[in-house]
């Protein structure tokens, strides 16, 4: 019987929560092979390395993930890939404790009401960063990257670079004069 780790990161600026999801695991599974998803969010159905382990999964074999929202933040995803585990006659484990019977009527709601609250906390997550945007666009400050001609100044605020605005006005002229 074989066990896998499945590790899930949305950010490729997480790669510190994917090592350490890999360290919480092989703590626990230090046999465990190892997959994982970089950079794809909470919600994203496309999961190659979560596919890798479902076409090797077999009777009794264990698929273990650091907490259920690594498995996703939307509660059908989430509830399809427990169900695709489970058919396969394997069982998903949770480090974080949360880990479900499908024969257990009780482990099953408990299992539902995480993935509900993974599915609201990416919608908080969501709701938190379009304030912080709305408010840094109100107070004048760049939202994005920095446009050619200007740098970033204190504060957050665009202050023109004189070299890039001289190329620009230059390009201008050149396209006004059909060059």
Known sequence: MATYGYIRVSTDDQALGQEAQ??????????????????????????????????????????VVLRRDRLGRDYILAGLMTREVERSGARLVSLDGQTSDPNDPTSVLLRVILD????????????????????KKAQGKRIGAVPFGFDLGEGGMLVPNHAEQEAIAAAKRMHKRGK
């Not at 626990?28 to 909470?42: F, R």
């Not at 997550?125 to 304030?131: F, G, K, L, N």
């Open 22 to 63: 890999r360290t919480a695991i092989l703590a626990k599974y230090p046999d465990a092979i190892i997959e994982a998803d970089q950079g794809i969010g909470g919600a994203d159905p496309v999961r190659p390395a979560f596919a890798k382990i479902t076409e090797r999964l077999r009777k009794g074999d264990t698929v």
């Open 116 to 135: 509900g609250v993974a599915e609201f906390e990416r919608a908080m997550i969501r709701a938190r960063t379009r304030a912080a945007l709305t408010a």
